[in-house]
């Protein structure tokens, strides 16, 4: 799934004037999305040269609605809905990534290549 960036809106829903990672009218490739009752629907962007970031989805538009093969919906407790790699969807799998886990490490990176590369064949 690929989205272009209509405007910057900052962790607060408010509209700001420029961004470090984002660029008004760049193409991102969507890794995940995630939706919670009473919340902004967020999607989780791959920002090139190894990095990603959560923004919200009303600054985007969509270019390419395809999902990539990898991704599976899950709606959990609360109403909550979230989109993206089955093993990213895992209790815990952000925390191990984020505390240096080898393997979790592994897997997004096995997971981001599979979006990536069937983005480019689109």
């Not at 209509?6 to 962790?11: G, S, T």
């Not at 490739?29 to 919200?56: N, Y």
């Not at 899950?74 to 989109?83: A, C, D, F, K, L």
Request: aromatic share 12%; with cysteine; glycine share 6%.
């Amino acid at each position: 799934m690929r989205v272009v960036c209509n405007k910057i809106i900052d962790a607060f829903g408010r509209a700001t004037e420029s961004s470090q990672r984002l660029r008004v009218g760049a193409e991102y490739v969507v890794l995940s999305i995630h939706c919670q009752p009473e919340r902004a629907v967020e999607l989780l962007l791959d920002l090139g040269d190894e990095q990603f970031s959560w923004w919200q989805s009303i600054a985007f538009t969509t270019l390419d609605p395809r999902h990539p093969p990898n991704w599976v919906t899950r709606i959990e407790e609360m109403g909550i809905v979230n989109t993206g790699p089955e093993s990213w969807l895992e209790q815990g799998f952000w925390n191990d990534f984020f505390d240096g886990d080898e393997r979790a490490r592994a897997i997004y990176y096995s997971e981001r290549a599979v979006m990536l590369d069937s983005d480019s064949t689109s």
